[in-house]
């Protein structure tokens, strides 16, 4: 299994940490969140499952706030039937680092993963 990569991987030297730990459970919550799709989790799982979907992905067992992300992440997702106003604000309210789940036009599913930027 791949991963987008850690903050220390993408975020240049000297990036805040507050920035960096937001690159980093949403880089993790994808993974996580990927292979709890997989076995049919949606994003009423419980704190084992989720558990048990870290494990299962390689990752350690995930914080509250990771976890947090981690069901946003398995919120239904956006398609392109939705209208502005309910993907600008599935978008915005996902920051800093909660993943948005879509359905593109071609049925594939995707996470759109807020990378944080530094100033």
Do not use: W
Not at 32 to 61: F, H, K, M, N, W
Not at 62 to 73: G, M
Not at 81 to 94: C, G, H, L, Q, R
Request: charged residues 25%.
């Amino acid at each position: 299994m791949t991963s987008i990569g850690t903050a220390r991987h993408f975020q240049p030297k000297g990036t805040p940490g507050d920035v960096c730990r937001d690159h980093n459970r949403a880089a993790l919550a994808t993974v996580v969140a990927a292979e709890a799709r997989r076995r049919g989790y949606g994003p009423e799982l419980s704190d084992e499952q989720i558990d048990e979907c870290a494990a299962l992905a390689g990752r350690t067992t995930p914080s509250e706030t990771s976890r947090a992300a981690i069901r946003a992440a398995l919120r239904p997702p956006l398609t392109a039937d939705d209208a502005p106003e309910t993907v600008a604000a599935a978008v915005f309210d996902s920051l800093p680092s909660h993943p948005v789940r879509v359905i593109g036009r071609d049925g594939r599913e995707f996470f759109l993963v807020p990378l944080p930027a530094t100033a």
